[in-house]
């Protein structure tokens, strides 16, 4: 046993116990660290403030807490109306090229993707050696046809030399007439075979149509190709490339031809000066969307079939410009909290226009005289009584 014996001065045997005397002091270290505690939370936690910008302000009568936020009266002012559209990126002329003639076995290919070709280069050429064949017996033919024909010419000559002496009839005469005639026309009969026969082997090359960039190639050396193998090769006219964007109903009406745009493809960190070219006539049922298509020269960044952002420059508006820490969304859209007359916290939905480095374009739900909550909209809740503070607005 932990004990202690004394005597005191009465000579009387006291007897105290050690255990029971430390209990004690350490229940009453506990009680005072609890009050400490309690302490620092009521009194410390009054001067907290609430992300930054909503302090701590004791109501009337020291009930409760109410906070100081700061708000911003926008007003309205003149903002540039930036739309942003999404697509994908194309040729602006696209030209399948295939095979003109009977087709055959390809014997050479002198271009592949990505080679720049100009009007009537060859980028394939068939097997001819058939037709040049055909091409050889048919120009024979010819020159048989003109022997025949100076025959003719000749015999009709002499002929009518001798009508006047009375050794050849009339009748004999237009008979060496008609011979003359019969010859020469077989002979422009054989020229036009061998023209047409020239032309199908000329149309065994596949040539190009117009100036521009292969995109595609689907042919190869000892391949049969003829009339329905469809496009051998894809052409972009003169490399020219846009973007088919997609745009909102609402949006399209302010768009027109003409408009600078600024197209940045994704994954690329380079954005590319165009213009809108054409701005589709009508609007999908399903989607309530049209397409804007924007030209914009060739670089190496900009694929076809790639995906592309673009921003238009759509003229100017007035609208109110808040901070971006001042709009909030969730599940519901896009939304401020302003504050009204009795100094509660109102949710107000809005629409968003332009977002840029200036701050967000409020297109519908401010007049721009609201008092909206700068930054500590997270930390309220709709109906809650604050101090504002007003700031200046920028």
């Not at 194309?90 to 720049?116: F, K, M, N």
């Not at 040049?132 to 020159?143: G, I, Y």
């Given at each position: 046993?932990?004990?202690?014996?004394?005597?005191?001065?009465?000579?009387?045997?006291?007897?105290?116990?050690?255990?029971?005397?430390?209990?004690?002091?350490?229940?009453?270290?506990?009680?005072?660290?609890?009050?400490?505690?309690?302490?620092?939370?009521?009194?410390?936690?009054?001067?907290?403030?609430?992300?930054?910008?909503?302090?701590?302000?004791?109501?009337?009568?020291?009930?409760?807490?109410?906070?100081?936020?700061?708000?911003?009266?926008?007003?309205?002012?003149?903002?540039?109306?930036?739309?942003?559209?999404?697509?994908?990126?194309?040729?602006?002329?696209?030209?399948?090229?295939?095979?003109?003639?009977?087709?055959?076995?390809?014997?050479?290919?002198?271009?592949?993707?990505?080679?720049?070709?100009?009007?009537?280069?060859?980028?394939?050429?068939?097997?001819?050696?058939?037709?040049?064949?055909?091409?050889?017996?048919?120009?024979?033919?010819?020159?048989?046809?003109?022997?025949?024909?100076?025959?003719?010419?000749?015999?009709?000559?002499?002929?009518?030399?001798?009508?006047?002496?009375?050794?050849?009839?009339?009748?004999?005469?237009?008979?060496?007439?008609?011979?003359?005639?019969?010859?020469?026309?077989?002979?422009?009969?054989?020229?036009?075979?061998?023209?047409?026969?020239?032309?199908?082997?000329?149309?065994?090359?596949?040539?190009?149509?117009?100036?521009?960039?292969?995109?595609?190639?689907?042919?190869?050396?000892?391949?049969?190709?003829?009339?329905?193998?469809?496009?051998?090769?894809?052409?972009?006219?003169?490399?020219?490339?846009?973007?088919?964007?997609?745009?909102?109903?609402?949006?399209?009406a302010f768009v027109r031809g003409g408009m600078a745009a600024s197209v940045t493809p994704i994954g690329s960190d380079r954005s590319f000066s165009g213009s809108v070219r054409l701005v589709s006539p009508v609007i999908d049922p399903t989607?309530?969307?049209?397409?804007?298509?924007?030209s914009v020269p060739y670089d190496t960044s900009i694929r076809p079939g790639g995906f592309a952002e673009a921003k238009i420059q759509a003229g100017g508006t007035t609208a109110p410009l808040l901070p971006q820490s001042a709009v909030l969304?969730?599940?519901?859209?896009?939304?401020?909290?302003?504050?009204?007359?009795?100094?509660?916290?109102?949710?107000?939905?809005?629409?968003?226009?332009?977002?840029?480095?200036?701050?967000?374009?409020?297109?519908?739900?401010?007049?721009?005289?609201?008092?909206?909550?700068?930054?500590?909209?997270?930390?309220?809740?709709?109906?809650?009584?604050?101090?504002?503070?007003?700031?200046?607005?920028?």
């Amino acid at each position: 046993m932990n004990r202690e014996t004394k005597f005191a001065n009465a000579d009387t045997l006291v007897v105290v116990d050690r255990s029971a005397r430390r209990r004690t002091i350490i229940i009453a270290a506990i009680v005072v660290a609890v009050l400490a505690i309690a302490a620092f939370m009521y009194f410390g936690g009054k001067d907290d403030p609430v992300a930054g910008s909503v302090a701590g302000a004791k109501g009337p009568g020291g009930r409760g807490q109410i906070p100081t936020v700061s708000v911003i009266v926008p007003g309205r002012g003149s903002v540039s109306r930036v739309l942003t559209a999404s697509g994908a990126l194309a040729a602006l002329r696209d030209q399948p090229v295939g095979i003109a003639g009977e087709g055959g076995l390809v014997r050479a290919v002198t271009v592949d993707a990505g080679s720049w070709v100009r009007q009537g280069q060859v980028l394939a050429s068939i097997d001819r050696s058939v037709q040049s064949q055909t091409a050889a017996q048919l120009a024979a033919q010819v020159q048989a046809a003109r022997a025949d024909a100076s025959l003719a010419q000749n015999e009709f000559e002499r002929s009518r030399a001798l009508v006047g002496r009375g050794f050849v009839s009339k009748a004999d005469l237009d008979r060496k007439r008609g011979a003359r005639d019969a010859a020469q026309a077989r002979v422009h009969v054989a020229q036009a075979q061998l023209g047409a026969t020239r032309a199908q082997i000329g149309r065994l090359d596949i040539r190009a149509p117009t100036n521009g960039l292969i995109l595609a190639r689907s042919i190869e050396v000892g391949q049969i190709v003829g009339p329905g193998a469809g496009a051998l090769f894809r052409l972009a006219k003169g490399g020219l490339m846009e973007l088919r964007a997609q745009m909102s109903q609402q949006d399209l009406a302010f768009v027109r031809g003409g408009m600078a745009a600024s197209v940045t493809p994704i994954g690329s960190d380079r954005s590319f000066s165009g213009s809108v070219r054409l701005v589709s006539p009508v609007i999908d049922p399903t989607s309530r969307q049209g397409e804007v298509r924007i030209s914009v020269p060739y670089d190496t960044s900009i694929r076809p079939g790639g995906f592309a952002e673009a921003k238009i420059q759509a003229g100017g508006t007035t609208a109110p410009l808040l901070p971006q820490s001042a709009v909030l969304s969730d599940e519901k859209g896009n939304y401020v909290y302003i504050v009204n007359r009795k100094k509660e916290v109102e949710r107000r939905p809005i629409k968003i226009g332009n977002v840029d480095d200036q701050g967000v374009t409020i297109a519908e739900g401010l007049s721009g005289q609201e008092a909206v909550v700068l930054s500590a909209g997270p930390f309220l809740n709709p109906g809650q009584k604050i101090t504002p503070k007003r700031q200046v607005a920028r």
